[in-house]
């Protein structure tokens, strides 16, 4: 099956400062990849995705590369504040039923 | 909307004790899914359904079973309580289809002694 491996586990980076989180899949038939942000007490919020055909994706501050060659894809945060603090998942989703397979999360905090 | 709404919140059992988690989504989703979430690792699937009256075994199925009789309600049971599930569980739903995102539940924490 899909394995997930993401890296780091935790980040610490100042405000204003950029953050960049990466992820490896391992199934080459995985052709789409969602990320999610998770405040505490809360359930996992989708913050972008990315499908299979397109390589970069953009959406503000966030903004996500997919390589398909190398397997990986990665989540980049620009201009971070406080709120932006949270644990981030990655994931990769194969087969029919688009079953995700996430990674172990990366605990981000933004520092003033 | 409400979106995707789990019910209880939190809950505390005793090993051996049975309960059911309900999940109720009012997006009119095809595709609902249960997953678990442990400290170091991730959110793992446990079942997940493709429509109304099918379900189908994820990644960790032991010690549950699932029922959708209904398109926007999927249960999870526990029929004997164990420590081992003590975890957090989220639901989540889909439109369907192979690139759709998932929106997810707030999550029921569960305790078992």
């Known amino acids: 099956g899909e394995n997930v491996e993401q890296h780091p586990s935790t980040l610490s980076v100042q405000e204003g400062d950029s953050a960049v989180i990466k992820c490896t899949y391992s199934?080459?038939?995985?052709?789409?990849f969602p990320w999610y942000k998770q405040e505490l007490g809360k359930g996992p919020q989708l913050i972008i995705d990315i499908r299979s055909n397109v390589g970069e994706k953009k959406d503000q501050r966030i903004a996500v590369t997919l390589n398909k060659t190398a397997k990986h894809f990665s989540l980049h945060i620009t201009e971070t504040q406080p709120e932006d603090s949270a644990v981030y998942f990655c994931a990769a989703s194969t087969g029919t039923a688009s079953k995700l397979t996430f990674g172990t999360g990366t605990r981000l905090q933004v520092t003033l | 909307n409400a979106g995707v709404t789990q019910t209880p919140k939190f809950r505390v059992l005793k090993t051996g004790q049975s309960m059911t988690l309900l999940c109720a989504q009012d997006?009119?989703?095809?595709?609902m899914y249960w997953y678990r979430q442990d400290p170091g690792m991730g959110l793992r699937l446990i079942h997940y359904?493709?429509?109304?009256?099918?379900?189908a075994k994820g990644e960790v199925p032991d010690g549950y079973n699932v029922s959708r009789l209904k398109k926007q309600n999927f249960l999870l049971g526990l029929e004997s309580a164990a420590p081992s599930q003590t975890s957090v569980y989220f639901c989540?739903?889909?439109?369907?289809?192979?690139?759709?995102?998932?929106?997810f539940g707030d999550g029921t924490r569960l305790s078992i002694l």
């Open positions: 199934d080459s038939a995985s052709n789409y």
């Open positions: 997006m009119n989703h095809e595709y």
């Open positions: 989540a739903s889909s439109k369907g289809g192979t690139d759709q995102p998932q929106h």
């Open positions: 359904s493709v429509g109304e009256g099918t379900t």
